[in-house]
């Protein structure tokens, strides 16, 4: 254990050194000693410096991975518990009646990807299988001008059709929008 007394010598207390002290011994102890003892508390300071940097890097890897797997510990929890939630067991209809009341209020419906259905299909494979299951969410197409001059009105025209195939009793309604100029 290091204490300031370690390093206290006569020549340490006083302010200056004193030119009429002889330069070789000091009350029977040299200055030659004084020296290399300082010396080898030195090489032990440093020694017992270098050991502990070691031990806190191994600290601080340890902190690391600590870290890391409690990150990994808490989505494999969050995960798990959303597989136990209640809404991954509902059944297929009542998701679909869901889904129909997600729709926005809109008579005509936008193929934009942030809203509902095409957001629905985003979710994960259930709500997708559900979502493209559910043809009464497909049967009205908004598609805005920009879409029909970027070619993306195949796409609409396509996709959100062979979402109702097979439903003979839905009829599907489209309107095209061109700015200033109405619906058609």
């Given at each position: ?12 207390r ?35 410096l ?56 809109d ?5 934009a ?48 059709p ?23």
């Amino acid at each position: 254990s290091f204490t300031s007394n370690d390093v206290e010598t006569p020549y340490s207390r006083t302010p200056s050194p004193n030119p009429n002290h002889c330069a070789i011994e000091l009350k029977d102890q040299s200055i030659h000693a004084i020296i290399t003892d300082r010396q080898q508390q030195l090489e032990i300071t440093l020694h017992d410096l270098s050991s502990l940097e070691t031990v806190i890097d191994k600290i601080n890897h340890l902190h690391r991975q600590l870290t890391k797997q409690k990150g990994k510990i808490i989505s494999s929890i969050t995960l798990h518990k959303r597989l136990v939630s209640p809404l991954w067991r509902l059944p297929f209809e009542v998701l679909s009646h869901i889904f129909v009341h997600c729709l926005p209020e809109d008579k005509y419906l936008s193929p934009a990807s942030k809203l509902a259905p095409v957001l629905l299909t985003r979710i994960c494979r259930q709500w997708r299988e559900v979502a493209v299951g559910t043809p009464s969410l497909w049967c009205s197409l908004s598609v805005p001008f920009d879409l029909i001059r970027q070619l993306k009105l195949p796409f609409c025209l396509d996709v959100w059709p062979a979402r109702i195939r097979g439903r003979r009793n839905l009829a599907c309604d489209y309107m095209f929008k061109v700015l200033g100029m109405g619906t058609r």
